[in-house]
């Protein structure tokens, strides 16, 4: 007659033990499935960021549910495309394409003076009425880069003039060096001094200018120099369109960019200065040593 109790006792204790192991209702599995575990390797998602013309980090935007950025209307929009005059470049691309003489860098070197006549010189720009002009010496001439740049020159005594780079001056003129025109020169310093030190510095200028392209005399279908004048910014890059595309023209020392076999010649025309910045030049003539204006103008830096 005790058996039977004592049975009945064990099996409601393995009852209550089963109980014990089953799992939780669904609610709490729905809880638990929708929290990682640690040591899972779950991570959020990363974020980059896209460098600015300035270098400059900006704000990712987040893309929608179907991978694109979307306007107000939800029809999808493209991101902004950079304009003719407004590829921008990283500081590295810039050094670049700046070659010897590089932005916002303060150089040494010593002044000189000649007589620079009607204003040309070896970057072939002709005569000119601003005489406030200077030769490179010839390492930082760097074959023509320097053509066209204005720079800033300032004396130890804080005299100051703006000049700029249309000649060469050859060897033995040392890197940093610049050869003054005598009217440059004597904004600076008595000229009976002759030799002065003295820094400078790339200049952006203010202008109301635009860019004008000259073909060089003898240019042709079949071969053609051409030359950028009156840029803001040094011209790092010229290129022309041909039927397999945009082709780079290598330069030469007495500044013309050369087209060997012709490919390009009267062709639509693209520029780039020194900070990345580029301009496409439609409808210029190939009429040889004929200055042709145009719309277009490098940004201030």
């Known amino acids: 007659m005790k058996v039977a109790p004592l049975a ?45 013309a300035d270098g400059s980090p900006t704000t990712a935007t987040s893309p929608t549910a179907a991978g694109a950025p979307t306007s107000a209307a939800g029809a999808s929009t493209a991101a ?63 074959s023509a880069k320097a053509c066209g740049a204005y720079v800033v020159v300032r004396t130890a005594g804080g005299a100051s003039v703006t000049v700029r780079i249309v000649n060469e001056c050859p060897l033995p003129c040392a890197p940093g060096q610049l050869d003054l025109s005598a009217q440059a020169f004597a904004e600076l310093a008595d000229p009976s001094l002759g030799r002065i030190p003295i820094t ?18 003898g240019s042709s279908r079949w071969w053609c120099g051409i030359q950028a004048i009156g840029h803001r910014n040094p011209v790092a890059r010229m290129e022309v369109r041909t039927t397999n595309g945009w082709r780079q023209l290598p330069r030469t020392d007495y500044n013309y960019f050369i087209s060997a076999d012709g490919s390009g010649c009267g062709d639509t025309i693209r ?25 277009v103008q490098f940004a201030q830096h």
């Open 8 to 52: 009945l006792i064990a099996a409601g204790v393995l009852a209550c033990l089963v109980m014990a192991f089953l799992p939780d209702g669904k609610a709490h599995a729905g809880h638990a499935a929708a929290a990682p575990v640690a040591g899972t390797g779950v991570t959020a998602p990363t974020v980059t960021a896209s460098p600015t």
């Open 80 to 142: 902004a495309q950079p304009s003719a005059t407004g590829t921008g470049r990283t500081a590295s691309a810039v050094a670049s394409l700046a070659g010897r003489i590089q932005p916002k860098v303060a150089y040494q070197g010593m002044a000189t003076s000649y007589d620079a006549g009607t204003g040309d010189g070896a970057c072939l720009y002709g005569p000119t009425d601003d005489l406030m002009i200077a030769a490179m010496n010839h390492t930082d001439y760097e």
């Open 200 to 217: 400078w510095k790339l200049l952006s200028p203010s202008t109301s200018g635009t860019v004008s392209i000259r073909y060089k005399t």
């Open 271 to 295: 520029i780039t200065d020194i900070y990345g910045e580029q301009l496409t030049v439609n409808g210029i003539e190939l009429r040889p040593n004929v200055v042709q204006p145009t719309r």
